[in-house]
């Protein structure tokens, strides 16, 4: 694992027994899913999926989880930023549950380096989205964050918020 910068982000699921660990590094496209068994804990070597795969997108930047949903940030994929949404799924006859791909969240304006996704919060129906490289229409890098709601499987964006300083990075 050497350079991936493992461990840079972690989210440890309500259960207590699961755990998704990403790194930060460029072209790191690995996310880990370790479960307790025991005493000991294993991880799931297969990973998550993802919707496509870039060479620089850092997937796992940031990962943070609330019930079965999990968000996952990758700041430079496309070179403007996502976030992956899973979702946790129990089949029948299997004692592990799985992580599905649910959704994609996009920067919105899709600005090049922004960074959308380099820092997330989920609680209950709301996604908060960070963005420090972000923009604005007279300063640089004055970051943003974003705040999504979700409602039946839609993630709305419900409000913008923006630094005030030139690479003040909100």
Do not use: M
């Amino acid at each position: 694992l050497a350079s991936e910068e493992f461990g840079k982000a972690v989210s440890l699921i309500s259960d207590g027994f699961s755990l998704i660990a990403g790194g930060d590094t460029y072209g790191n496209n690995y996310l880990y899913n370790y479960r307790q068994r025991s005493s000991s804990w294993e991880t799931n070597l297969a990973l998550l999926q993802r919707p496509q795969e870039l060479a620089i997108e850092q997937l796992g930047a940031a990962v943070a989880i609330e019930g079965n949903v999990a968000i996952v940030g990758a700041p430079r994929y496309g070179n403007h930023g996502a976030v992956l949404v899973y979702q946790q799924v129990f089949s029948s006859g299997t004692e592990d549950p799985t992580w599905e791909f649910q959704a994609q969240i996009d920067a919105p304006g899709r600005q090049t380096s922004g960074q959308f996704g380099a820092s997330l919060a989920i609680r209950g129906n709301h996604i908060i989205v960070g963005a420090p490289g972000y923009d604005t229409p007279t300063l640089d890098d004055a970051g943003a964050a974003y705040l999504f709601q979700i409602a039946d499987g839609q993630y709305t964006l419900q409000r913008e918020f923006t630094g005030n300083v030139s690479h003040g990075r909100l």
